[in-house]
């Protein structure tokens, strides 16, 4: 049944429940993560460490490697200093973002 954007889901009794496909927007860990991986990719097609990234963008290499890990969820302000950083837009950093 779907009750406005949810679905609900009945349990057949089994031990695993069934998965439920779950946009990455809804997901805050998964999108963290892909976030994070953007960032690794851009870093390194720039030819940049992490610690070049920390210098270019202003933001503490403790908190370069917790966003590329998804352990960090970066807020606004944050992103547009990675982006100048990188040298891309802040869009390019969250436009269709994807599991991997």
Known sequence: MVYGQYAL????????PPRVA??????PD???KAFG???RELRAREGLSQD???HTSGIHL???GRIE??????????IQKLAKGLGV???????????S
């Open 9 to 16: 889901v009945q349990l057949d009794g089994s031990r695993n």
């Open 22 to 27: 779950v946009p990455i927007y809804e997901d």
């Open 30 to 32: 998964r999108a963290s």
């Open 52 to 54: 070049g990234l920390a």
């Open 89 to 99: 837009e802040p869009g390019e950093l969250v436009d269709a973002l994807e599991d």
């Open 69 to 78: 890990r998804g352990g960090r969820e970066p807020r606004l302000t944050t």
């Open 37 to 39: 991986r953007r960032v």
């Open 62 to 64: 403790t908190s370069i």
